[in-house]
């Protein structure tokens, strides 16, 4: 996988996460507080949204793991 960024960002409640190639496999993700607390977790196959409505304002991270691609870590803002 290759995540080709991340639409609305700084967001309010959503996040729209774009993968650029390889969208049929299986990806994993965490999201992950300055902290470095893992605040929700879970997986997708392809663009994905998720849901930030319920996060405190503040800077988070996602990191995307596949077996196929590795690791892709993103920050973003939560207004």
Same mark, same amino acid.
């Given at each position: 996988?290759?995540?080709?960024?991340?639409?609305?960002?700084?967001?309010?409640?959503?996040?729209?996460?774009?993968?650029?190639?390889?969208?049929?496999? @299986?990806? @994993?993700?965490? !999201?992950?507080?300055?902290?470095?607390?893992?605040? @929700?977790?879970?997986?997708?196959?392809?663009?994905?949204?998720?849901?930030?409505?319920? !996060?405190?304002?503040?800077?988070?991270?996602?990191?995307?793991?596949?077996?196929?691609?590795?690791?892709?870590?993103?920050?973003?803002?939560?207004?």
């Amino acid at each position: 996988h290759t995540i080709s960024g991340i639409d609305t960002n700084p967001t309010k409640s959503n996040l729209y996460v774009n993968v650029k190639e390889d969208n049929k496999f @299986n990806i @994993n993700f965490e !999201l992950i507080n300055l902290q470095g607390q893992i605040i @929700n977790k879970g997986n997708f196959v392809g663009t994905t949204i998720l849901q930030t409505s319920k !996060l405190e304002a503040g800077i988070y991270f996602i990191k995307f793991t596949s077996q196929q691609k590795g690791i892709d870590i993103i920050k973003f803002v939560k207004q």
